[in-house]
């Protein structure tokens, strides 16, 4: 048998098949070893190319674009949340503001009123300064000048008085811790009185206090007109509920009141008399000396109560009455002196021009001081106009002590004061 390989080795050997001969063995040589070249030549794009080149920008854009969006979206939103919030809180924040401002205009109100009724206290008035001080001393000067020319004339300037608007007087109130204060103060209770013959019961005498619509008038007068600083103080106490400060130290234990309420009346006082005061009629006598057995002096001593307390005090009245008649019997000069003054000398010299049974009249310009000397033990009367100053009381009391006196201070008892000033 032969094979394939046997069969192969029979044969004759045939070239293979190939190009032309033209091209010879070169044509063999250059497709074995083809030119290499780094770049070759490309042509133009062609349309498919150019198509689906732009399709994948479009879809590229078109994804930027929505996600763009939905970012703006997000953001958006966030916006609108942030707003609400905003909206929220704004409103809270400017209604705090107004409530603080609210509790520091109700404390400075509070502070303005707690002044004014402090300076009330003391008589006083707030004027300010500038326009509007001026425009309220104006006011004030014309109220008084309306006052004036109503009839109401003051000769002295007090103290105590004082233009202060605003005071109002609760009558029911002050009706109701009267009569709370009466029940504290024993109103109807009975207490043990000693009298020369042994002891008595007696009752506590009211005060008597009438109220008017512009006033009041407390035992038997003077009118004290709302106007004035201790007639409010004085009705403040009783509306407060308390017994007036002004009454403790002469009732320290209390004492009741018969309030005759005439809210609805205004008190009108009579005015003064213009003219000057004559004597009319006959001469009267005029009894000096009670009729009847007259006591002697041990008599009267002990009819008299031996001690009597008095603001916490313990007062001998039997001995310094005793001491008084003992005094007054033994013909002692009295302590009293009047200093010669122009001012008595135009009295005196009306008097003796009128006759020696006229009284002398009052003057609206003459006032009566009555001063004590240092050791109290002598009291001096001067009369003085009242354009006089502290200069000329000085020159009148060393005129009349002469010069060997010792340096002194002028005081006044209420309210305590030193007055340096001569002028």
């Not at 080149?53 to 929505?66: D, F, I, N």
């Not at 939905?70 to 966030?78: D, G, H, M, R, V």
């Not at 924040?93 to 300076?119: G, I, P, S, W």
């Not at 300010?128 to 104006?138: P, Y």
Request: hydrophobic content about 35%; charged content about 25%.
């Amino acid at each position: 048998m032969t094979s394939p390989l046997s069969m192969l080795k029979k044969q004759k050997r045939v070239a293979l098949p190939g190009p032309s001969g033209a091209l010879g063995s070169d044509a063999y040589r250059g497709q074995l070893f083809p030119e290499v070249r780094c770049c070759p030549p490309e042509g133009p794009p062609s349309d498919l190319e150019l198509l689906s080149s732009m399709m994948q920008r479009l879809t590229q854009l078109e994804a930027t674009v929505k996600s763009q969006a939905k970012e703006l979206e997000n953001k958006e939103k966030k916006i609108t949340i942030l707003e609400r919030k905003l909206n929220l809180t704004e409103p809270k924040k400017v209604v705090a503001d107004q409530e603080d401002l609210m509790k520091t205009c109700r404390r400075l109100h509070t502070q303005v009123t707690e002044m004014e009724n402090f300076l009330i206290d003391y008589g006083l008035m707030w004027v300010g300064d500038g326009e509007e001080g001026e425009e309220t001393l104006r006011l004030g000067l014309e109220e008084a000048e309306q006052e004036q020319s109503q009839g109401t004339e003051r000769t002295l300037w007090h103290p105590d008085t004082s233009a202060v608007a605003g005071f109002q007087v609760d009558f029911d109130l002050l009706l109701q811790n009267v009569r709370q204060l009466n029940l504290l103060a024993g109103e109807g209770e009975s207490f043990v009185q000693p009298t020369a013959m042994g002891a008595q019961l007696a009752t506590r005498e009211p005060i008597q206090l009438r109220l008017y619509s512009n006033g009041i008038l407390m035992f038997e007068g003077p009118f004290r007109s709302h106007r004035e600083a201790s007639t409010q103080r004085c009705l403040q106490d009783l509306m407060d509920g308390y017994f007036p400060s002004e009454l403790q130290e002469r009732f320290p234990e209390g004492v009741p009141f018969q309030v005759h309420d005439n809210r609805h009346e205004e008190f009108i006082d009579r005015p003064l008399f213009s003219g000057k005061g004559l004597a009319v009629g006959a001469v009267r006598n005029t009894i000096s000396s009670v009729p009847g057995r007259k006591l002697t002096k041990d008599q009267f001593l002990n009819r008299l109560p031996k001690v009597v307390v008095k603001g916490g005090k313990v007062i001998d009245i039997r001995s310094s009455v005793e001491a008084t008649l003992q005094g007054s019997s033994s013909g002692q000069n009295s302590p009293v002196t009047f200093i010669d003054t122009p001012a008595l000398r135009a009295m005196n010299e009306r008097l003796e021009i009128r006759g020696s049974g006229s009284h002398p009249s009052a003057d609206d310009d003459v006032a009566t001081l009555r001063v004590k000397s240092e050791d109290g033990n002598r009291s001096y009367i001067l009369k003085m106009h009242i354009s006089e100053t502290i200069g000329h009381l000085r020159r009148y009391l060393e005129k009349h002590r002469g010069k060997g006196v010792p340096e002194y201070d002028v005081f006044s008892v209420f309210p305590r004061r030193c007055y340096s000033d001569e002028t």
